[in-house]
């Protein structure tokens, strides 16, 4: 009897060791992945960020995140961060297009690929990064150009738009206007008499509308926002001024949030050109064929489309940002 409990407990010590070594295999196999977001600068980004934690667990990888509060050297400082842990993969979506040679050419150096995501950059060596996930800002650019000439085709003008740019320097920022400008350059009704960034913010927006409303006042006949967040700031600044936006001033803008749906439905935005922030699915997938050694395209572009307000309350209910 002593000599089976003796080889029954060897046999579970044997196991149980089994099982440990297998566990240690499994979480060295484990992918890490380092994340470094722009911020929290908007609710497109909250979710955003949103999407990439739910994808990074429901993937079993091993998310490691740094939030750079809008500041491309904090971002830089995550990324070096993550080189000197030898994470697998680095994946970030950058702050502004320029100033990334250095830090990329350090993780190039180290062996770990990078996958951006929502934003592109400005490079001259195209293999500091593998693929770029999001969507494409120039397209939605001439999308919210070309539902201008189609809203004012009977119009004779002059049409004055007011724009509240992103971040200076951002991807979405210089391809917005850049879209916007290739549709309308050759319709001389249409005119932008006021730019000026309001940084993707509510606060932003609504602070750069107020100095507008004061300026032009009633001369704004568009305001073409690059985000809800400042379109909506936009709206509280205009309705403070004793201007009615969506009526005497048409209101164009981007993301198609939740937000932005209700302001459709309340009359005040016209129209709002989708951008998916709901990029995890695509990262998780692109960092497991990376890490396998697959060949991925150099862009991978999101599906989005283009909601008129007419169509705000019929869609808001399936929106998930």
């Avoid at 240690?24 to 609710?43: M, R």
């Avoid at 309308?184 to 009704?189: A, R, T, V, Y």
């Avoid at 005497?248 to 709002?272: E, H, L, R, Y």
Wanted: a neutral charge; charged letters at 25%; proline letters at 4%.
């Amino acid at each position: 009897m002593g000599r089976t409990v003796r080889l029954a407990r060897n046999a579970l010590f044997g196991l149980t060791l089994a099982m440990s070594v297998v566990a240690q295999s499994h979480a060295q196999d484990k992918i890490t992945l380092g994340f470094a977001q722009v911020g929290a600068e908007s609710a497109w980004r909250t979710a955003n960020t949103v999407s990439v934690k739910e994808a990074a667990k429901d993937a079993g990888i091993n998310l490691k995140f740094a939030d750079a509060q809008q500041k491309q050297e904090n971002q830089i400082r995550a990324i070096r961060s993550y080189i000197a842990q030898k994470v697998n993969v680095i994946a970030f979506s950058p702050v502004v297009e320029s100033g990334w040679e250095p830090v990329l050419t350090e993780a190039k150096k180290a062996g770990i690929p990078v996958i951006l995501t929502d934003r592109n950059i400005d490079v001259k060596d195209q293999s500091l990064y593998v693929t770029m996930i999001g969507s494409d800002f120039l397209e939605e650019g001439r999308r919210a150009g070309r539902w201008l000439e189609e809203e004012y085709k009977n119009n004779a003008g002059p049409i004055n738009i007011a724009e509240l740019q992103g971040t200076v320097g951002s991807a979405p920022a210089n391809d917005r206007h850049a879209g916007l400008m290739e549709i309308i350059k050759n319709d001389p009704k249409f005119k932008i008499i006021a730019s000026q960034s309001g940084d993707f913010t509510l606060a932003g927006g609504k602070q750069v509308m107020e100095a507008f409303a004061k300026t032009y006042g009633k001369q704004i006949n568009v305001v073409y926002a690059h985000n809800d967040d400042m379109a909506l700031g936009a709206i509280q600044a205009m309705e403070e001024a004793g201007m009615k936006p969506g009526t005497d001033v048409k209101v164009v803008s981007f993301d198609a949030t939740k937000g932005g749906f209700q302001a459709m439905i309340a009359g005040k935005i016209n129209v709002d050109v989708e951008c998916s922030p709901l990029l995890g699915p695509q990262l998780m997938s692109a960092v497991k064929d990376v890490v396998a050694g697959k060949t991925l395209p150099k862009r991978i572009v999101t599906k989005e489309t283009v909601f008129p307000e007419n169509v705000a309350a019929q869609v808001l209910p399936s929106r998930k940002y």
